[in-house]
């Protein structure tokens, strides 16, 4: 018998955005506005950056080179267009449905833009930012990337026109996910119509939580209004979520990696001895070169 999953907390949009260099204005539901670390593992950090109109620039705004290693960074695009490339030699763009899931490993240096035709146009910019741990015996793999183009992210269309579910990663009622993971997880990216309704069953020992991209919700009998982020216990199974209004939600939920985590801007280690490490195999120029 499956019973609710009980909801720990809702907690509003962070008060305070910040840039991430200068094409990225985010909120950071996680680490830095809430600190639920142990409650979210496998995810290591939220940044969620709501739709916000960049005006027409004839330079990309973004984030330029920078490195990151022992996790995997997972970029979501709902509107607007990424433009990326990385010391392994990956780049592609990232557009309105895409996914793009790379995984750091051992160390890489990647830079991130708005695309150039983006950027001549200028317009709604909506985007989140996953960041994703590995376990300590996959921190050194070989640094890869997936690209998930929205045309083949599996979907599930739920029934009564309620809306769909595509399964960035792990598996929703019994229908396998399009990414690759190191750990057990769902990403489900979901899009439900004014009174849709959507039934998830995830297993209790899943750190679980939802955020409320776009539009507005009940879940599991509480409200939740556009931008909320829900945790929710390791107690029940099922979720049951009904849009008010038209909604977009993200739904992340993993078996938590228990392990000591050793982080330092954009590398996280298990100790401080590999943070060490890390600081000097990336100032030996050891996670490669990209200009
Ligand atoms: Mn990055």
Do not use: C
């Amino acid at each position: 018998m499956q019973t609710r999953k009980k909801i720990e907390s809702v907690f509003h949009r962070p008060a305070q955005y910040s840039m991430v260099g200068d094409g990225f204005r985010v909120y950071n539901y996680f680490p830095n506005a809430y600190r639920i670390r142990e409650k979210v593992s496998p995810f290591l950090m939220l940044d969620f950056g709501p739709e916000f109109d960049f005006g027409p620039s004839d330079h990309p705004r973004g984030v330029d080179v920078h490195p990151h290693k022992g996790f995997e960074t997972v970029t979501i695009a709902y509107k607007g267009s990424v433009e990326h490339y990385d010391s392994a030699g990956n780049s592609g763009v990232i557009h309105p449905g895409d996914v793009q899931w790379m995984t750091a490993g051992a160390g890489i240096l990647h830079k991130e833009f708005h695309e150039k035709e983006f950027s001549k146009k200028g317009g709604p910019f909506e985007m989140v930012q996953l960041w994703v741990n590995l376990p300590a015996k996959d921190k050194l793999t070989t640094p890869k990337y997936q690209s998930l183009v929205s045309s083949e992210i599996q979907k599930v269309i739920l029934r009564d026109n309620a809306g769909e579910v595509n399964i960035i990663a792990g598996e929703f009622n019994q229908i396998k996910g399009s990414a690759t993971t190191f750990t057990e997880m769902n990403v489900l990216d979901i899009k439900l119509n004014k009174d849709g309704e959507l039934t998830a069953n995830i297993p209790a020992i899943h750190n679980t939580s939802l955020l409320v991209v776009e539009g507005s919700i009940e879940v599991n009998g509480q409200k939740a209004s556009q931008h909320d982020f829900i945790l929710f216990k390791n107690e029940g199974e099922s979720i049951q979520i009904k849009a008010s209004e038209p909604a977009v939600l993200l739904m992340l939920s993993g078996l938590p990696i228990n392990e000591p985590i050793a982080q330092y801007g954009p590398f996280v280690m298990n100790t401080a001895q590999e943070l060490e490490e890390a600081f000097v195999e990336f100032q030996a120029g050891k996670f490669g070169v990209l200009n």
